[in-house]
Each structure stands twice: as C-alpha cells, then as structure tokens.
C-alpha cells in the first residue's frame, strides 16, 4: 500500500526546533494533482487535526492559529518532499505528526502513514 513517510521528530526541550519532512510518492501525488499537501498531528486522547498545508506549487500556505509565525510549511517537488519547520515549540505541540494531501477523509484515509513523533518536555 502506498503511503507517506514522515521523519524527523524527536524529544526536544520548549523553545526548541525541530525540522519534519515527508516522503511522498510520486504516485499518490501524480493521481491527485490538485490536491494541497498537509501536516497534521494528533496528541494523546484527542483527534487529529490539521496544521499547515501547502498548494501544489507552494504559492500558498495555512496555518492553524495556534502554530501561526511559529511553523513553517514548505515543499520541494523535484524530490517529492514536503516539510515543517517548527520554532518555538511548546508542550503543547506533542503529538505525532502526519502529511497527507488535504482532502475529504475518503480521499486521504489509505495514505495515511506511520508519523512521526514529536516530544516538547523539559
């Protein structure tokens, strides 16, 4: 099964950064290419939700409110990669992220990949 592949997370102190990217295929992304690309995360006892995404060409970027002028969403489509930079992270942003492309979850819910898990404790 085709999926993305996230990496880069890790145990980091609050205030710290961290850098995530993601591997997507080059199939998922050829079959939807209108789609956005997005992060998402999901913490302990709580749904996932979206964090930044991306369009196609990286001409246009969204961030929940919360991560806004913290989190930095961008993509290099000659390697089928996207990333998140993130800054200033606080305890809150523990979770495990995702990519996915944005999009309805019947859409998206097979490409769902492992994520990677990011830790901001002292």
């Known amino acids: 099964q085709v999926q993305f592949v996230e990496s880069g997370g890790g145990l980091v102190q609050p205030g710290g950064s961290l850098r995530l990217s993601c591997a997507a295929s080059?199939?998922?992304?050829?079959?939807?290419?209108?789609?956005?690309m997005g992060w998402y995360r999901q913490a302990p006892g709580k749904q996932r939700e979206l964090v930044a995404t991306i369009t196609p060409r990286g001409g246009s970027t969204n961030y929940r409110d919360s991560v806004k002028d913290r989190f930095t969403i961008s993509r290099d489509n000659a390697k089928n990669t996207v990333f998140l930079q993130m800054n200033g992270l606080k305890p809150e942003d523990t979770a495990v992220y995702y990519c996915?492309?944005?999009?309805?979850?019947?859409?998206?819910?097979?490409?769902w990949g492992q994520g990677t898990q990011v830790t901001v404790s002292s």
């Open positions: 996915n492309l944005v999009g309805s979850d019947r859409l998206i819910r097979d490409y």
């Open positions: 080059e199939s998922i992304l050829s079959m939807h290419p209108m789609n956005a």
